[in-house]
């Protein structure tokens, strides 16, 4: 609870995500680091304990999904 969650990735990806079991999805960008890798920082601060956040990861330079779904739990700390 209170924390950004960030994903860290080798390649160009796009981050298709949800916190309410996909009734809603936002897309998010991996941002390059400068340093060969990208990251994405979902805006996960005001969930609640209890809380799910789904995702699916497309790597945007072989315009392909990762094929799998992610799942992280939000825990009070």
Same mark, same amino acid.
């Given at each position: $609870? %209170?924390?950004?969650?960030?994903?860290?990735?080798?390649?160009? #990806?796009?981050?298709?995500?949800?916190? =309410? =079991?996909?009734?809603?999805?936002?897309?998010?960008? #991996?941002? #390059? @680091?400068?340093? %060969? @890798?990208?990251?994405?920082?979902?805006?996960?601060? &005001?969930?609640? %304990?209890?809380? $799910?956040?789904?995702?699916?990861? =497309?790597? @945007?330079?072989? =315009?392909?999904? #990762? %094929?799998? &779904?992610?799942? $992280?739990?939000?825990?009070?700390?």
């Amino acid at each position: $609870v %209170g924390r950004t969650l960030r994903l860290e990735f080798l390649e160009p #990806a796009i981050v298709h995500w949800s916190s =309410n =079991n996909w009734l809603s999805t936002l897309d998010s960008k #991996a941002d #390059a @680091t400068g340093m %060969g @890798t990208y990251i994405c920082d979902l805006p996960t601060e &005001n969930l609640t %304990g209890g809380s $799910v956040i789904v995702f699916a990861v =497309n790597w @945007t330079q072989q =315009n392909k999904w #990762a %094929g799998i &779904n992610y799942r $992280v739990d939000v825990e009070k700390s």
